[in-house]
């Protein structure tokens, strides 16, 4: 989705200062943060596109020539490495440098870790108690589950391309891993094309789970009133999601301010409150956070994610001709 004031921009209808911003964090943050950046500075106009992850790596490369945005603000840190090592992003140390463990973050500045997302299993909390619903990842192979599950569609989302890279990266071996996904496939009725998609088939279909970001199933809950709740699995993958400035920005100075006005502590205590944010910065007041970023519990997977990142491409290939395309 293409922010309705990128649209004049990019017809070259504008006559301020302008700044782009390729993110795939949803409309509700994009606007209030259009609204909020503009607000502190008049004379910019903050336009947004609107689009899964690895869309909008998609279109940073092959923009690289002649780039049209300036920040590309969220994906997890795969993409953000990918990026790196094709040269498509600028270095840009923020004065918060320190304050993001060097895992979360490009030794060459390029890009840096914003928040940290455990992946989860959704269900509705109409219709299921929290027992009742998968405990682990295996337990979603279950006879029981059979189509019951209902998924993001994996390719265009950073987040299920992750999901899909843990899958394996925690088998033995990548046949093993496929093999898997193969029978979660057999699981599933439905691959939704976006994220609200999801969630409202969910909201519908009371006997239907998913796997998606926890903080996201806060937010439904909390910010629109779903009915969902989830269970984090115990070795889980936490995505770190990150910023970066493009490379060859054409709004270069903007791009510097906006990068820095969307990850001050008090925008990131904002946002973890009206969005469940939870923040990658270790040196923020955990009593400007909300209560239950301060009590996350979570055993996360251990992931060598420049490894991971090095594989993602070929296993998402291999799930879409060996899984998604089989006949």
């Not at 603000?73 to 040269?87: H, I, L, R, V, Y």
């Not at 923020?94 to 928040?115: F, I, L, S």
């Not at 910010?223 to 070795?235: A, I, K, L, Q, S």
Request: net charge negative.
């Amino acid at each position: 989705m293409i922010g309705i004031a990128a649209l004049a921009v990019m017809s070259g209808c504008s006559s301020r200062e302008v700044v782009v911003v390729y993110s795939p964090h949803g409309p509700d943050i994009l606007k209030d943060y259009e609204a909020r950046f503009e607000a502190a500075y008049p004379e910019v106009d903050m336009q947004w596109v609107d689009a899964g992850s690895q869309e909008v790596y998609s279109r940073v490369k092959a923009e690289r020539g002649r780039p049209q945005g300036d920040v590309w603000w969220g994906a997890p840190s795969t993409m953000f490495m990918q990026a790196a090592q094709e040269d498509l992003l600028e270095p840009y140390r923020p004065e918060w440098a320190d304050a993001v463990p060097a895992e979360y973050k490009d030794a060459e500045d390029r890009w840096y870790g914003t928040y940290r997302s455990p992946l989860a299993i959704l269900y509705n909390s109409r219709h299921y108690k929290a027992e009742e619903v998968p405990q682990n990842w295996d337990e979603l192979l279950l006879p029981k589950w059979t189509g019951k599950i209902t998924m993001r569609k994996p390719l265009p989302s950073g987040t299920m391309r992750t999901f899909i890279g843990a899958m394996i990266y925690r088998a033995p071996g990548d046949d093993d891993g496929i093999a898997w996904l193969d029978a979660l496939h057999d699981q599933v009725e439905a691959y939704m094309e976006n994220p609200q998609l999801l969630f409202d088939h969910v909201k519908k279909q009371e006997d239907l789970i998913s796997v998606w970001l926890m903080p996201d199933v806060a937010l439904q809950r909390e910010r629109n009133g779903f009915p969902f709740e989830c269970v984090v699995p115990p070795n889980t993958p936490v995505l770190t999601e990150g910023i970066a400035i493009i490379k060859g920005a054409p709004h270069a100075e903007w791009a510097r301010r906006f990068y820095d006005f969307v990850t001050t502590p008090e925008a990131l205590a904002q946002q973890a409150e009206a969005y469940a944010k939870v923040p990658a910065r270790t040196d923020l007041d955990p009593k400007t956070l909300p209560d239950w970023i301060a009590s996350l519990d979570i055993e996360p997977m251990e992931i060598d994610w420049t490894t991971f990142a090095r594989n993602e491409r070929r296993w998402c290939e291999r799930w879409e001709a060996e899984v998604y395309n089989a006949p």
